[in-house]
């Protein structure tokens, strides 16, 4: 009854049916309940129902907005992030351009491999990923085959898709890749 009374406009009366609502264990009811208060202009009551709804769901991307979470911007120089060796490979280098922290729910990494180098096995994601060549170039295992790769192409590849690179050539291979993150949390 409260969702009918906020379509009608009806914002005070749909009150007590969204409270009722928002007594169980789903955080939805309470997201409804904080924009209702955030329309009628009672911040501290939107501010109350979000951090509920952040009990039940921690890393709900409204609530964390509303509840004053809210992922900072970002700006910077790729050349400024300091970049991590991965899984032990000399010569292959990891960068994260956006914090892996909870209220991100989008990673940017550049991938740069040395010549000799590779990802050291196929692997397969949840997630969807893109990916855009910066440099050099080399071969990428897509779905069921290697496709040769270079600099200014881009890869999207769907989730559980196998994938693997290795670059080719004298100079690093550097590519771009976004996925998402922190977006299916168990509660």
């Known amino acids: ?57 921690p890393g709900h991307p409204w609530a964390l907005s509303l509840a004053g979470h809210a992922p900072r911007s970002l700006a910077g120089q790729e050349q400024e992030v300091k970049g991590e060796v991965y899984m032990d490979i000399e010569g292959v280098l990891l960068k994260h351009l956006i914090p892996d922290e909870l209220h991100f729910d989008m990673a940017v990494n550049i991938f740069t491999f040395g010549p000799g180098t ?49 670059p080719a050539g004298k100079i690093d291979s550097r590519y771009i890749y976004y996925k998402n993150v922190n977006r299916d949390l168990e509660i």
């Open 118 to 166: 590779a990802l050291p096995m196929i692997e397969s994601h949840i997630m969807e990923h893109g990916l855009i060549f910066l440099q050099g170039g080399g071969m990428y295992y897509l779905g069921n085959r290697w496709m040769e790769v270079k600099k200014d192409d881009f890869i999207w590849m769907g989730p559980y898709c196998p994938q693997s690179f290795y």
């Open 1 to 57: 009854m409260g969702r009918l009374r906020v379509a009608q406009g009806r914002l005070e009366d749909a009150i007590p049916d969204l409270e009722r609502a928002a007594q169980g264990r789903e955080p939805e009811p309470l997201i409804e309940l904080a924009q209702v208060y955030v329309s009628l202009g009672q911040p501290a009551k939107a501010h109350e129902a979000a951090t509920r709804a952040l009990e039940l769901s």
